[in-house]
């Protein structure tokens, strides 16, 4: 069975601050990887996924993660939060064959000061 | 990206009264859709997959007769709560995943509150 943990309910940082959002996950074979946002009342947003080549993948809004599979993390990062990014993250695992449904982290919220 | 619609965005019906969900893939096309909802707060439980031209796959505790789904076409998927209760109130979002490109897209959910 496949799990994805999110240590973290919520995150504060400072606008103009780099943030991080963690997730480690637990996954037999080579996982596929995703971070997605949701802003209040909506569906989910993609922002970036890791299947295969560069540990450090790049997204949609600045956003980047790391594959690190020595720690099986995949951490959610960007140089510089804007007050727009505060919104909901999941991470969330699939596996490579086979029924491609997504496993879920239980989300961390965002929440960037001015 | 790829677009998923969702229809309705919100809807409050009576108690034991049916209720169904539209889920549609505009762009691409879609042989399986998933299904899942979210509780306020909480994360997102897969409650089924939708296969076009075929019967669905429903997760451990669904209940197959209750939440009735159905995938006529390779854009359409449909949800239908049967005989809804106060404890069927869920936001349900259902997802696509266009060939090729191993990515899961999110319709914008449908919010059902059932009185």
């Known amino acids: 069975a496949q799990s994805v943990a999110q240590p973290e309910d919520q995150v504060n940082v400072a606008e103009g601050n780099p943030l991080t959002v963690k997730c480690t996950y637990s996954?037999?074979?080579?996982?596929?990887l995703f971070w997605y946002v949701q802003y209040p009342n909506r569906g989910l947003q993609f922002l970036l996924k890791y299947i295969t080549g560069d540990n450090l993948v790049k997204g949609s809004y600045g956003f980047e993660a790391e594959f690190n599979k020595s720690q099986t993390s995949f951490h959610l990062k960007k140089p510089s939060a804007l007050v727009s990014d505060s919104a909901l993250y999941f991470c969330?695992?699939?596996?490579?064959?086979?029924?491609?449904?997504?496993?879920f982290g239980s989300g961390t919220r965002l929440q960037v000061q001015p | 990206g790829a677009v998923v619609s969702q229809h309705p965005s919100w809807v409050i019906c009576k108690s034991g009264t049916s209720v169904k969900i539209e889920c549609r893939s505009l762009?691409?096309?879609?042989?399986?859709m998933f299904w899942y909802r979210q509780f306020p707060k909480q994360s997102l439980m897969l409650m089924a997959t939708?296969?076009?031209?075929?019967?669905?796959?429903?997760e451990q505790g669904v209940e197959k007769d209750k939440f009735l789904i159905n995938h006529a076409s390779l854009t359409l998927s449909t949800l239908t709560v049967t005989s809804a209760h106060p404890e069927d109130s869920s936001f349900y979002i259902c997802?696509?995943?266009?060939?090729?490109?191993?990515?899961?897209?999110f319709g914008p959910g449908t919010r059902l509150t059932v009185l």
């Open positions: 969330a695992v699939s596996p490579p064959r086979g029924r491609r449904a997504l496993t």
């Open positions: 996954v037999s074979g080579n996982p596929y």
């Open positions: 997802s696509a995943d266009p060939r090729s490109t191993d990515t899961q897209y």
């Open positions: 939708s296969n076009e031209g075929s019967k669905a796959t429903y």
């Open positions: 762009d691409f096309q879609a042989t399986t």
